[in-house]
């Protein structure tokens, strides 16, 4: 009796159970295609604001020492991954050499100035000749022209006059021989014989190769250009010759850092500058910096290639290009420091959302 009365209530309640799995089942599974559907649209919206790129690294302003003269080594003043400011020695070349060859050059321009003076006193004494000759030009004139009366009268043999007249012809031609050689004189000094020596051209090329002589004592000392780290200073020893722009050694900044991206062409639809970019180096996982989008390249990397791509044969195969984009890095004090070469992971917040209207047609 009593299996007989329960058997109705637990035949009732699978009757139940199976109805509610009828009435469920349908609607888990719509709520599954429209949660999915839901999660595909927020994605959708939201797919075209960020930009991933890990095709990125740590860039930093670099530079190999090196000097605009040639010289013997004679002393390093840096070591290896040591920190210098702007305007600290880094290297200096022997200028011995250099020091005879300055006072060579002033020796020179010391000479030249009395040389140009003694040119303008040359100068002056010959207008002093040519004044001396047309002097006796003019007694020859008037011995001759005296001659010409008393060749007429007896006075004078015809020799005597012939003597006058050839002798006034010979001193017309000495003074214009003079004047001459004072035209060519003045030309060597400049035109105008009233004129400093130190403004005079052979004075002044005399005092270029005074300076350019003290400019290559002055760069015998190589200063630092900008703040940073020395390196590969191994490479420049005391007593070896340095060739003129022959690196001596690397100095890398420590303030000039920027992170160099290379998106895809395809990714830059709508990346702008002033973009706020996330930024994480895989030194240092879990640490995030902030910087913005300071430039983007107005060409692809290609385009500065020694040998760019040619389709001569008619077999074109498109390659997705990338073009460079310059981050600049917001750093803080405690920040972990970053190092040229890095790897980097950086996402720009371009702002653009899409809307479902975009799906329209």
Do not use: C
Not at 93 to 102: E, G, K, N, S, Y
Not at 150 to 172: M, N, P, W
Not at 250 to 268: F, H, Q, R
């Amino acid at each position: 009796m009593a299996s007989a009365t329960t058997a109705p209530g637990v035949l009732g309640v699978g009757v139940r159970r199976r109805a509610a799995t009828r009435v469920l089942r349908p609607l888990l599974m719509l709520g599954g295609i429209a949660a999915v559907a839901i999660g595909a649209t927020w994605f959708w919206l939201q797919g075209g604001r960020y930009v991933s790129i890990d095709d990125a690294y740590v860039r930093a302003a670099k530079l190999a020492v090196s000097d605009d003269i040639s010289g013997i080594v004679g002393e390093v003043l840096v070591h290896e991954g040591q920190h210098v400011r702007r305007g600290d020695p880094l290297l200096r070349l022997r200028d011995r050499q250099v020091r005879i060859a300055l006072a060579g050059a002033k020796a020179n321009l010391a000479q030249t100035a009395l040389t140009l003076e003694s040119m303008k006193r040359d100068y002056r004494r010959m207008l002093s000749d040519v004044a001396a000759k047309q002097a006796q030009v003019e007694s020859d004139q008037a011995n001759l022209d005296r001659f010409e009366h008393l060749v007429k009268s007896g006075g004078v043999t015809r020799v005597e006059y012939d003597d006058a007249r050839f002798k006034l012809i010979s001193d017309k031609a000495a003074v214009e021989s003079l004047k001459d050689q004072a035209s060519v004189q003045l030309a060597r000094i400049g035109g105008n014989p009233d004129a400093e020596v130190t403004t005079m051209p052979q004075y002044l090329q005399a005092q270029a190769q005074v300076d350019e002589f003290q400019r290559q004592i002055d760069h015998t000392t190589i200063y630092a250009p900008f703040g940073g780290i020395v390196t590969n200073v191994e490479s420049a020893q005391p007593g070896m010759y340095l060739a003129a722009s022959q690196p001596a050694f690397g100095l890398v900044s420590v303030s000039d850092l920027w992170i160099e991206a290379n998106p895809k062409e395809t990714e830059l639809t709508w990346v702008k500058l002033g973009d706020p970019v996330e930024i994480t180096v895989d030194t240092y996982p879990g640490h995030v910096w902030h910087g913005t989008v300071e430039s983007i390249a107005p060409a692809a990397a290609s385009e500065f290639s020694l040998l760019p791509a040619q389709n001569s044969s008619g077999n074109w195969v498109k390659v997705v290009q990338r073009l460079p984009v310059r981050i600049h890095v917001d750093r803080k004090p405690g920040d972990p420091a970053l190092r040229a070469g890095m790897s980097v992971e950086a996402e720009i917040d371009t702002g653009h959302t899409r809307h479902l209207a975009d799906l329209l047609p």
